[in-house]
T-cell receptor, first 115, second 114 residues
Framework: GAVVSQHPSRVICKSGTSVKIECRSL??????MFWYRQFPKQSLMLMAT?????????EQGVEKDKFLINHASLTLSTLTVTSAHPEDSSFYIC???????????FGPGTRLLVL | AQKITQTQPGMFVQEKEAVTLDCTYD???????LFWYKQPSSGEMIFLIY??????QNATEGRYSLNFQKARKSANLVISASQLGDSAMYFC???????????FGKGTRLSVIA
């Protein structure tokens, strides 16, 4: 199957700093990528849909000025958590779609801890 | 709106036995896709199996099979010959058209006992 990478896998930062998470499709072009957030012992919740070359579409309740998404190329989408606070601590995971398959391929996820 | 229901927070199964994880869904669309993912403690989401709403036969992938009952709107995952490495969270998910995001159920934690 297709491979999606995420970097970093784990990050600890101080409250008020910004953190950038990268999501890359390694062996295919992804016109659409999705960003999910997962709190402990909960399911994945969609944050936003990222389309190459256009503005991301955010789910209700997700602050677009806080969670900046950029999909500058067909293989890279970035999520920047601006002015992070402890309540932003979570597991962030991206997925990408290939052109011809039904499956969404997920990255390995990024664990963010804000102190 | 789409909705996925997994009613089993946790399940136990003896090694080498089969286990069924339940999933029901709700949608008004005629065309949709159903997925099962495995999430071990590392957090990665591992794709297991896919069933399209128009597929007449149940999907199978190795030890995984999907018991698709369209009229009942259920898409149960059957794992045969359970292994200790199958212990993980299992999520059922659905999407409408191909380029739309997945909606996930709350998950079922499967524990395989030796």
């Amino acid at each position: 199957g297709a491979v999606v990478s995420q970097h970093p896998s784990r990050v600890i930062c101080k409250s008020g700093t910004s953190v950038k998470i990268e999501c890359r499709s390694l062996d295919f072009q992804a016109t659409t990528m999705f960003w999910y957030r997962q709190f402990p012992k909960q399911s994945l919740m969609l944050m936003a849909t990222s389309n190459e070359g256009s503005k991301a579409t955010y789910e209700q309740g997700v602050e677009k000025d806080k969670f900046l998404i950029n999909h500058a190329s067909l293989t890279l989408s970035t999520l920047t958590v601006t002015s992070a606070h402890p309540e932003d601590s979570s597991f962030y995971i991206c997925s990408a779609i290939t052109g011809g398959e039904e499956t969404q391929y997920f990255g390995p996820g990024t664990r963010l801890l804000v102190l | 709106a789409q909705k996925i229901t997994q009613t089993q927070p946790g399940m136990f199964v003896q090694e080498k036995e089969a286990v069924t994880l339940d999933c029901t869904y709700d949608t008004s669309d005629q065309s949709y896709g159903l997925f099962w993912y495995k999430q071990p403690s590392s957090g990665e989401m591992i794709f297991l199996i896919y069933q399209g709403s128009y597929d007449e036969q149940n999907a199978t992938e190795g030890r995984y099979s999907l018991n698709f009952q369209k009229a009942r709107k259920s898409a149960n995952l059957v794992i045969s010959a359970s292994q200790l490495g199958d212990s993980a969270m299992y999520f059922c998910a659905m999407r409408e058209t191909r380029n739309t995001p997945l909606v996930f159920g709350k998950g079922t934690r499967l524990s395989v006992i030796a």
